[in-house]
């Protein structure tokens, strides 16, 4: 995220016609993931505004937010694309920056929550293309959970929510209770 000035005045903009905070995403909308976020040009709206700044971009975990809350002084984090498949990691963030321990949840709970997600989904988009987005929101969940690729390529030939329910059961409950997860 260059800032040849544009940046400061779209700041000073959103202050003045009356925003009550800003969300800064420390990456130029041209640049890929690939790109480190900038805590600096984050930091230095921050500096600028009088309203809070909310700072966004690369946050996965703890480090990364108190990370962003150090090297920017902002107000708070928005995470999102570190979110997905995770959505404990609010609480957890929240927790730890908090200095409380948190138990992330086990690995059926997790598949619990993926097919609580999809669920969701074929309420709001109906079965067919709920099954056809669980393919891309498996991957992560099960990543780091286990060695995935079997259960991904299985993904790819349900046709039913009772068919993705049996084999989140299969993957994420029934092996982890076996140990072989």
Known sequence: MSDDGYNKDVADAIESGGADAITVHGRHWT????VSVSYKDIAEIKARVKIPVIGNGDIYDTNSARKMFLETGCDA???SRGSVGKPWLFEQIYQELQGNHYTPPSLDKIGNIFLEHVRGLIDLEGER??????????????????????FLQKMHQVKSYD?????????????????KI
Do not use: P, W
Not at 31 to 34: F, L
């Open 31 to 34: 640049d890929d993931y690939n």
């Open 77 to 79: 984090v928005m995470i």
């Open 129 to 150: 293309v709920a099954l056809f987005q669980s393919r891309k929101l498996g991957k992560y969940y099960a990543k780091n959970q286990f060695d995935s690729t079997v």
């Open 163 to 179: 068919e993705l329910s049996m084999l989140v059961q299969k993957y994420f409950i029934e092996n982890r209770m076996c140990g």
